[in-house]
């Protein structure tokens, strides 16, 4: 029953808007075939930890501190002979197209081959220890994995050493860190960012991948002064172009301040909240947020030279239909003349 409530509490974090691959992610996790055996070579080369946590507030929806559950892990790993090399929030994995292709690529550059899933709800934790099997959603359908639940997390643990060594896996992870070392965002930015809109999006398509109900991003597109189309979300960028679309629109979905380094943006460890601005008519509406609030954050990638648009102001929001409305009013400030 707990393996239920645990995979229910999670699911119902997954909105329509979510990333098709986080929807396979957890359909995936539901198959996991669990054995009392732990993964063959988890002893003997590098290990991810994946940690989520119910959020601290709903509306709008704020981060709570993971730390201390890491800080808790990573001695008890070290223990059992786990080399936990970096520690990332699952949903920042998950927070966009092209941020989770980045992602994949970090993981791959540090030859991690193995993950812990630590997941608490609020009550109880689900430690998932597997390897890492497929490229595109991290795991398998029905690959077999090992895990272990419980109030306690010292506790499950200190179980995890003793079944560690009481096995006759490998041992070779001997210079294993005692504190957590936690990952960095990745950077999205292949091209050229610009903090402006592309003269050129008047006399180009944009494609809009179908990110959530189409007829909700409709309605907020509707404001878009240019052309624009729905495309599927399994695209090829290449392939849009032979479809006549030059230009393509993203957003990554996060934190505020991980937002902001994913998409380049300079940050101040002084900052406590960041404050976003639209336009709309010449009047500013400013809103300022926790830089621990979920927030989306729109941009615009010219497909052929990988050039980012981000726009002229921060114009993140809780909701991505309002984070969308932002970006199309100070994108209809700077280019539509009136």
Known sequence: M???????????????????????????????????????????????VFIKVPLKNQSPEIRADWSGIAEVAQPGFKKAGI???????????????????????????RDLSHAAFLFYDGLSYK????????????????????KM?????????????????????????????????YGEMVSIIKGRRSEFYDLNFSSE????????????????MKNYPYKWGFVD???????????????????THSTGKAVKQILGYEISDNESAYVSEVVNDGAS???????NTQVYKFYIKHIYSENDFVGKRWDAAPTWQKALANYIANLRNELVRK
């Open 2 to 48: 707990k393996s239920i409530r645990f995979l229910l509490a999670f699911l119902l974090l997954i909105s329509i808007d979510t990333l098709a691959q986080e929807k396979e992610f957890y359909n995936r996790l539901a198959t996991l075939n669990y054995s009392d055996q732990l993964p063959e070579e988890i002893l003997s080369s590098k290990t991810v």
């Open 149 to 181: 639940e419980g109030n306690d997390l010292k506790g499950i643990l200190e179980d995890l050493y003793r079944i560690a060594a009481n096995s006759n896996l490998e041992k070779t992870n001997l210079l294993i860190i005692g504190n957590p070392q």
């Open 285 to 291: 509406e400013i809103s300022s947020y926790n830089i």
């Open 205 to 220: 398509k944009l494609a809009v991948p179908q990110f959530a109900d189409t007829a909700a991003i409709a309605e907020v």
């Open 233 to 251: 979300p399994g695209f090829d960028e290449k392939e849009l172009r032979t479809k006549g679309y030059q230009y393509i629109l993203y957003y």
């Open 127 to 146: 430690l998932i220890l597997l390897k890492l099997k497929d490229r595109s959603f991290l795991i398998a359908n029905n690959q077999e994995a090992w």
């Open 83 to 109: 080399d936990a090399v970096t520690y990332y929030y699952m949903d920042d994995i998950f927070s966009g197209y092209e941020s989770y292709d980045a992602f994949l690529d970090a993981l791959d550059a």
